[in-house]
């Protein structure tokens, strides 16, 4: 790896993380040697790139720091092309032409030396069938998430009884066969999945959850870890 990809790379290891990251950790990253990390540290803060720690301590990246997003690795290029592949796989149209135009607007970015690894890429998903579970648009129920609105739902269960409900969305969760509408039920007062295929109407209400999305989240989170405990428990 040449000098100026390794500076880049430090850089952003450091800006994707949440805490001091040590000389070992960078230096086990890019299979450089500590005295080489230590080095190439000075160098960046130099250059007034903010950097603050020490040896021993660990770096941590001033979060106000500018830099052109966009300065994209074979690596990180290859990534996405496996998200867009796998997104796709879903069957969802809207999330798949949204991950497509993500890969247009890198490709009209990105230096010409790396459009190659987008037009003939060295990573690839296995051929498979995409799945069919999407009866409705759900751009409804990412809307609603991201804005913190409650939701009013008609759900069909198996028994092909259907009900009315209230929701608090938390996240729009998909497997290989089906997703799920991941939400606070008001009428069971607990958390609860429908599988989206089964949602009969969907409205999404003016009116607000009351609860921070993040702290819905966490409370999902916590629910979540309360019933894996039970079934891990159960003989």
């Known amino acids: 790896m040449r000098k100026a990809e390794r500076l880049f790379q430090i850089i952003q290891i450091l800006r ?5 990251v040590t000389s070992a950790q960078l230096a086990d990253e890019l299979e450089v040697a500590r005295r080489t990390i230590y080095r190439d540290i000075a160098h960046l803060i130099g250059q007034r790139v903010p950097i603050e720690g020490e040896a021993g301590f660990g770096y941590v990246l001033d979060p106000r720091y500018d830099m052109p997003p966009l300065m994209l690795t074979p690596e990180e290029i290859e990534a996405v092309l496996l998200g867009v592949q796998m997104v796709a796989k879903l069957g969802d149209p809207a999330i798949t032409n949204a991950a497509k135009d ?25 051929p498979g069938e995409i799945t069919n579970g999407f009866a409705f648009d759900t751009r409804p129920l990412r809307r609603a998430i991201r804005e913190g609105r409650k939701m009013q739902l008609d759900y069909c269960a198996v028994s092909g009884e259907v009900t009315h409900r209230i929701v608090w969305p938390v996240l729009l ?55 894996l405990s039970r079934s891990r428990s159960t003989p």
């Open 16 to 20: 994707r993380s949440s805490h001091p």
């Open 102 to 126: 993500v890969l247009a607007k890198i490709a009209s970015a990105i230096p010409g030396d790396l459009l190659p690894f987008i037009a003939e890429p060295a990573v690839g998903l296995k």
């Open 173 to 227: 969760g998909y497997a290989d066969a089906h997703s799920l509408l991941i939400a606070w039920c008001e009428s069971k007062q607990a958390f609860r999945h429908f599988r989206t295929e089964r949602i009969v109407n969907l409205e999404v209400l003016e009116e607000a959850i009351g609860v921070s999305k993040g702290k819905l989240r966490q409370q999902w989170l916590q629910w979540r870890e309360v019933e």
